[in-house]
């Protein structure tokens, strides 16, 4: 199994709702991601993840809300959104700290809309 | 800025032509890069990797090459095919301050068109 399962695929929401995006992988990887992807534009990190530890926040606002379960399980909770945080939000993970060539494996995403 | 960086937003090529898709980069002390192909509706894809002690490496029809000197990175396909349409992302490794896992900072993308 190679994959990076995300859910839900796709998710309307307003400025006052409360949601979680889900991410699992069942390739015994470590360290695990979560990048955001606005149209045309490259993925930007948001948080990493290592053995089930936050390790890197990129200065990313407190209404996203990471959480690691467990090492197969990433959640990302949502609270009080604005419309610019439309975007698609990836998962990632990784068997290990990257520059020891281990690949990146990414999920299909989640297309986020806020109204 | 971003410390990746790509030429063109746009590439067309013709079918079974060959295609070449380049990268800039500025952090010289990045020593590990990826190539992504990202299809519609699709989470990027690995295609092939690099370390900074090679400058080449090949994979089945992709080759990627690196110029450390001009900090310079290109994603080579051979044969285009219909299927190679795709925006195609370089990253480079992120190293971050006190060890644990690092993260990947993406090249701005070229959207690659095949014309039959």
């Known amino acids: 199994d190679t994959e990076v399962t995300q859910t839900p695929k796709h998710l309307v929401m307003g400025m006052t709702n409360k949601k979680s995006l889900k991410c699992e992988q069942h390739?015994?990887?470590?360290?695990m991601y979560w990048y955001k992807q606005k149209a045309k534009k490259p993925p930007e990190l948001m948080f990493v993840?290592?053995?089930?530890?936050?390790?890197i926040n990129e200065s990313v606002p407190s209404r996203f809300s990471p959480e690691c379960p467990n090492s197969s399980l990433l959640n990302l909770h949502l609270h009080a959104l604005q419309p610019e945080d439309s975007a698609l939000y990836l998962c990632?993970?990784?068997?290990?700290?990257?520059?020891?060539?281990?690949?990146?494996?990414f999920g299909s995403g989640t297309q986020l809309s806020v109204l | 800025g971003e410390s990746v960086g790509l030429h063109l937003p746009t590439l067309s090529v013709q079918e079974g032509d060959n295609s070449i898709i380049n990268c800039a980069y500025s952090?010289?002390?990045?020593?590990?890069f990826i190539w992504y192909k990202q299809e519609s509706g699709k989470g990027p894809q690995f295609i092939i990797d690099?370390?900074?002690?090679?400058d080449k490496r090949q994979g089945q029809r992709v080759t990627v090459l690196l110029n450390k000197t001009v900090k310079h990175l290109s994603l080579q396909i051979a044969a285009t095919q219909p299927g190679d349409s795709a925006v195609y992302f370089c990253?480079?490794?992120?190293?971050?301050?006190?060890?644990?896992?690092?993260?990947?900072?993406f090249g701005k993308g070229t959207h690659l068109i095949i014309q039959p």
């Open positions: 990632a993970s990784s068997s290990g700290v990257l520059r020891s060539n281990e690949k990146l494996f």
């Open positions: 390739m015994g990887h470590r360290a």
């Open positions: 993840y290592s053995y089930e530890k936050l390790s």
């Open positions: 952090n010289s002390a990045s020593d590990y």
């Open positions: 690099i370390r900074s002690n090679m």
């Open positions: 990253a480079e490794n992120h190293s971050y301050s006190g060890g644990g896992a690092d993260g990947l900072t």
